[in-house]
């Protein structure tokens, strides 16, 4: 597939018009919970997921950030914090009853943190119903914003936990690797919300053939397998037809040091609608900020170590844009 789609205009990303600091301290939001994701590591999800609740918390509103990359956590050292004496693992060890008990607060007001797992080997796999219990407890947790970052890849547990929040954040470098990665993430997370919602579980043969490479039905796109259910079943192809309408997942450039760099963003919306039929919301981009690596050596977080850097501009409008649309998702669904 071809998806060196070039876009040569001044188009901004959708944040990018969000110049204004609105007060965000009265508002009232309903409980929302952000999940940062990726195809691969070393992409900056750790410091978006650090930046957006630092950004939160800046704002008054109260947020905890949630570190579940089982694999390799580090949240805890770029937001500036020792080790904690509970963190996730203990949750899923058993070691604690409730997730709020892995609760810790951070040296800046409104935001507090739970680290993720410590040095065992077997905590990158849990079982279902640990998971679940999981997922469950996360809702619970007292704070009107939630933010997960997530580990790299495409595992069952990863792709859950981006599939429960209300805005998905897929974090990509303007390298073809990173982009190709996203893709395979973007269309994993789709796959999977399909497979756990029970009106499809008549197509769950030709979902799981769409995730299977060089199938022999040629499903390759989320575009394929809607032809091959209407083909099948027209009136179930309405339903996935409003189901991949719903899926907008949303786009983070990071470490972008020229224009072609932003333009990138552009041109995976413009694939992701053509080859996948998906509506990917591009809220912006953060420039390459040669201090990250210091501020993480001070054990301080970037927008604290830069509070008026270019970094934290951006991270601030992309703040405000996503705000906005949770006002507006919250005004929709109120009662008339």
């Known amino acids: 597939m071809e998806t060196n789609i070039q876009i040569m205009s001044n188009q901004q990303p959708n944040s990018q018009g969000s110049h204004h600091h609105p007060t965000h301290r009265n508002q009232s939001y309903q409980k929302q919970i952000w999940a940062i994701g990726g195809g691969k590591g070393g992409v900056g999800k750790s410091l978006v997921s650090s930046s957006l609740a630092f950004t939160l918390a800046k704002f008054g509103l109260s947020t905890i950030v949630v570190d579940l990359d089982l ?6 050292t770029v ?4 080790p904690p004496q509970k963190c996730l693992s203990d949750f899923i060890n058993g070691n604690v009853h409730s997730l709020s008990e892995c609760v810790v607060e951070t040296h800046y007001p409104h935001l507090k943190m739970i680290a993720g ?17 999981l997922l469950d407890q996360i809702k619970k947790l007292n704070a009107q914003f939630i933010i997960l970052d997530l580990g790299a890849g495409t595992s069952q547990y990863t792709l859950d936990f981006f599939n ?8 990509v470098l303007p390298e073809p690797t990173s982009i190709e990665n996203s893709y395979r993430f973007l269309k994993a997370v789709y796959y999977n919300r399909l497979l756990q919602d029970s009106r499809f579980e008549s197509i769950q043969p030709l979902i799981n053939a769409a995730m299977t490479p060089n199938n022999q039905l040629g499903i390759h796109t989320p575009t394929d397998l809607l032809n091959e259910v209407n083909f099948q079943n027209p009136e179930l192809a309405v339903e996935l037809k409003k189901t991949i309408k719903e899926f907008k997942p949303k786009l983070v450039l990071n470490q972008t040091r020229s224009q072609t760099d932003v333009d990138v963003g552009f041109s995976m919306k413009s694939v992701a609608k053509k080859y996948f039929g998906i509506d990917l919301d591009y809220l912006g981009y953060l420039e390459y900020e040669p201090n990250v690596w210091q501020s993480v050596r001070r054990m301080r977080p970037i927008l604290a170590e830069y509070p008026h850097s270019r970094i934290a501009t951006h991270v601030e409008r992309i703040c405000n844009y996503l705000l906005k649309q949770a006002r507006i998702e919250q005004t929709l669904n109120e009662p008339i």
């Open 117 to 133: 797992a410590k040095d065992d080997l077997k905590i990158t796999q849990i079982t279902d119903g640990t998971k679940e219990t």
């Open 79 to 82: 937001l500036g914090q020792n």
């Open 71 to 76: 694999g390799g956590a580090n949240l805890h």
């Open 164 to 171: 429960l929040a209300h805005a998905g954040i897929v974090t």
